[in-house]
């Protein structure tokens, strides 16, 4: 990647380095144009982890693109925004999922017969890390209950070949 910039951001972590990259066109300082992405490199100590820990996390909060994590055993798993959302694992979303029969990350249904509503588009505000286990997000429609552990988040995982052992029991 070209013109690298690392940006001061305020973001609060535990036990985790932390670093905000901008990406950009040109290396010259200049901060227009470029976009944030947080990084959060969990650091390296000598206890034993199994393959729920990340390895290395990026939220792209100013892009909106989602979340990605490299996993400690290889795995590569990449989350919309709009997925983490409708995967809350806080009480009244789980509670309000399973009275509707919706997954996790699974999108609302509407009611037969309802008119469709105007809906604003999912937007994480904040991130932030909850001790060495999680990740707490701020949404724009003011919820922020939900604590998405890295054993939640492994279990939830939307890609093809996690999916499949999902459905293979």
Partial sequence: ???????????????????????????????????????????????PRVANDPKMVKVHLTTGAGLEIDWKDGHRSVYTFKFLRDACPCALCEDERSKTG???????KPAPGTLPMFKAAVKALAAEAVGKYALKFSWNDNHDLGIYSWAYLREVCPCGECAEKRVRG
């Fill in 1 to 47: 990647v070209t013109g690298v910039q690392t940006c001061a951001l305020p973001i609060s972590l535990r036990r985790a380095s932390r670093r905000i990259l901008c990406y950009g066109e040109s290396g010259h300082g200049q901060t227009s144009g470029w976009r944030a992405i947080l990084e959060y490199m969990v650091t390296v100590d000598s206890t």
């Fill in 102 to 108: 919706r997954k996790a990350g699974e999108a609302e």
